[in-house]
């Protein structure tokens, strides 16, 4: 018999994993499969906050590529400030970028130089898409993210 550590039960030795020939784990099974639980758990939730963490890194390497302030009235506040997307054809169609991945691919873009985006900030992106007769699709944007 064997006490283990953590949960303080007297168990046989199989009830605990085998370190090799001679030791036993000095925890049974049981606490063994709930540490690992804890474990993956705790890992997940750090591994979301890393990748929360890279999206912001990225988004803000783009931000100051992009020279750090709306391009219209030259606000510097990250929370306010969008990459907007300006189509080669012409036709002024734009985009608000969103998504996490994105920024990435849109960051090596920038650095390449063949992009064609600018940053806005939310005011002048409303403003910019009234001009351009663009605010339904603005609006069904917005209301998607809602
Ligand atoms: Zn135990
Ligand atoms: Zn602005």
């Known amino acids: ?64 590529l992009l020279g750090g302030k709306c391009k219209e009235c030259g606000i510097i506040d990250y929370r306010v400030l969008c990459i907007d997307h300006i189509n080669g054809n012409g036709s002024q169609e734009r985009k608000i970028i969103k998504g996490g991945g994105s920024f990435l691919k849109m960051k090596k873009k920038i650095i390449s130089g063949k992009h064609n985006y600018q940053l806005l900030c939310m005011n002048c992106n409303w403003i910019k898409a009234i001009q351009n007769n663009e605010t339904r699709k603005l609006y069904t944007n917005f209301k998607d993210k809602t």
């Open 1 to 64: 018999m064997k006490i283990c550590t953590l949960c303080k039960k007297k168990l046989s030795v199989k009830s605990f994993y085998r370190k090799d020939n001679d030791n036993l784990y000095s925890y049974c099974k049981e606490c063994n499969s709930k540490k690992t639980k804890k474990w993956y758990k705790n890992n997940r939730e750090s591994h979301m906050a890393k990748t929360k963490e890279r999206y912001e890194r990225n988004r803000k390497d783009c931000i100051n």
